[in-house]
């Protein structure tokens, strides 16, 4: 008898979880959906992503540039490069990288993904109501984690593609003033491909990165907590 009950308990459970659970297409409409209502918010969430993005593709497709002048051997680049600011050791093949650049490149990239935990954290207390909604209907905690996963993942990648392709035509218009035509000419479109592809995925690990904390709280939510607050 007792196996027969917990037969049937464990059928429904399994009927119940094949009728919450929604396609993924379903759980993108409704992504984009959330993201258009709030679309200031999520506008400048993603513009703080575009800037970091832009900066690290700036300085990426820079040395790129800066490293095809100097594999093209000619002394009067070198000594433009030297000028311009670049460190250059004796015979070395590539531009040396300073610690400096490195760890102004990392805090920048920090203070981008603090400032996207925050955003996707006020997100979350301003959709108390919707959240407890949704769960009283029968949304599963993996449903509310994949929406905002995929509202992250939608945000990063045009902050991302946007904020690389920015950065390298800022950075090829600046080779451009500084070295003239050369700054092209000599540039490695595999290591500048690289360089965008680099930036890009970057900007995305940090989008989907700063959404995870916000995502579990508003996943692991209670719906009648999420009901009572007020907003």
Known sequence: MATQAWSALSGNRRRIGRQVVLPFGKSVEIAYRSLRVRFLRSLI?????????????YNAVGNDIADGLLASGRPEFRQRLIRAGYEIQADAPRIERGAKQRWVLILSLLVCTVGILNAQ????????REIGTMKCLGALDRFVLRLFLLEAAMMGLVGSVSG???GALLALAAGFLRFGVAAVTFLPLAAAALSLISAAGIGLALSL????????????????EAMRVET
């Open 164 to 166: 690389a392709a920015i």
């Open 45 to 57: 969430t993603t513009l703080s992503l575009v800037l970091a993005v832009s900066f690290f593709s």
């Open 121 to 128: 954290l006020m997100a979350v207390t301003e959709r108390f």
């Open 209 to 224: 990165l700063g959404v995870l904390y916000p995502a579990w709280v508003a996943a692991r939510m209670q719906p009648v």
